[in-house]
């Protein structure tokens, strides 16, 4: 079965810094990425997703880049504000209309002013 | 409208007692997932409801655990006889109709057994 590894656990930056969380996946039949954002009590939000027929997405300050050779995939958060700060998860499917999830177990994000 | 809503917000129980856990998806969505969270960890799946069947419910971790849904909406997850180790968030989620990716999560279940 699909396994998603992501890195760093924890990852602290100055306002204004750029942030990057990376993610690796094992099934090279996935082929959806989404980015969830957790804050504190309250479930996971959507960020921003990829399919693996594109390269790369932008969303404003957020990106998301996919390389699927050697299957990973990262978030890049540019001019990062406090309110970024979160736990961010990564995720892989194979899009078959029902989207079984593999998650990543998590970075936290500190911005601090 | 509403989101994902999901009851209790925080349960406590005692180990061996049972518990039932409460989603309400946002109205017309037809595919409920629930995932479970442990402190520290991503989110694991458990089982998937399209209307009211489940066509994979591969992630429940033993047969303590079983869920249902009915007419195509509220859906409860029921464990028994917990354990220690059933400690966690319980998270549920909804997608709209086929074709639509995004899963539209609930603020969870946090759930504590001493």
């Known amino acids: 079965g699909e396994n998603v590894e992501q890195h760093p656990s924890t990852l602290s930056v100055q306002e204004g810094d750029s942030a990057v969380i990376k993610c690796t996946y094992s099934?090279?039949?996935?082929?959806?990425f989404p980015w969830y954002k957790q804050e504190l009590g309250k479930g996971p939000q959507l960020i921003i997703d990829i399919r693996s027929n594109v390269g790369e997405k932008k969303d404003q300050r957020i990106a998301v880049t996919l390389n699927k050779t050697a299957k990973h995939f990262s978030l890049h958060i540019t001019e990062t504000q406090p309110e970024d700060s979160a736990v961010y998860f990564c995720a892989a499917s194979f899009d078959t209309g029902f989207q079984k999830l593999v998650f990543g177990t998590g970075t936290r994000l500190l911005v601090s002013p | 409208g509403a989101g994902v809503s999901q009851s209790p917000s925080n349960k406590v129980t005692e180990k061996g007692k049972d518990v039932e856990l409460r989603c309400d998806p946002i109205?017309?969505?037809?595919?409920l997932y629930w995932y479970r969270q442990s402190l520290g960890q991503g989110l694991e799946f458990l089982i998937y409801f399209q209307g009211n069947s489940a066509p994979d419910k591969s992630g429940l971790p033993s047969d303590r655990f079983s869920a249902e849904r009915t007419g195509g909406s509220v859906s409860t997850l029921t464990i028994q006889r917990t354990q220690q180790e059933d400690s966690a968030v319980y998270l549920c989620?909804?997608?709209?109709?086929?074709?639509?990716?995004?899963?539209?999560f609930g603020p969870g279940t946090r759930l504590t057994v001493l």
């Open positions: 109205s017309g969505h037809t595919a």
């Open positions: 989620a909804s997608t709209k109709p086929a074709g639509e990716n995004e899963q539209f």
């Open positions: 099934d090279s039949a996935s082929n959806y």
